[in-house]
């Protein structure tokens, strides 16, 4: 069974930093592209960032370009985003997904196959 676990989330205050985690089981993730989505109350899920299966195509959402970096060790299972600058806006719930047999990034939430339960993060001011 496949299963994505995220961690890392918390509450923060603006201009504060976060790094999330999500460790994957039950397959080798090292070949898919993995993506970072985050969905706040009332709002569609959104893509923060993708990485590609040999992790050499990155993509960020332009809300978050210069602020977030996603990084992946293959080795562990595990895909990370650092959080850097963190505002008001940022607060949601943030997920993990992969596109599972798929190396290539995709921007669109229904062309990944597998999805963790999320981690929440809330910026406070």
């Known amino acids: 069974q496949v299963q994505l676990v995220e961690s890392g989330g918390g509450l923060v205050l603006v201009g504060g930093s976060l790094r999330l985690s999500c460790v994957g089981s039950?397959?080798?993730?090292?070949?898919?592209?993995m993506g970072w989505f985050r969905q706040a109350p009332g709002k569609e899920r959104e893509i923060v960032a993708a990485?590609?299966?040999?992790?050499?195509?990155?993509y960020y959402a332009d809300s978050v370009k210069g602020r977030f970096t996603i990084s992946r060790d293959n080795a562990k299972n595990t895909v990370y985003l650092q959080m850097n600058r963190l505002s008001l806006v940022d607060t949601a719930r943030y997920y993990c997904?992969?596109?599972?047999?798929?190396?290539?990034?995709?921007?669109?939430?229904?062309?990944?196959?597998?999805w963790g339960q999320g981690t929440q993060v809330t910026v406070s001011s």
């Open positions: 997904a992969g596109r599972g047999n798929f190396g290539s990034i995709s921007t669109s939430a229904g062309y990944y196959a597998y």
């Open positions: 039950g397959r080798t993730f090292s070949a898919d592209a």
């Open positions: 990485i590609g299966g040999s992790g050499g195509r990155i």
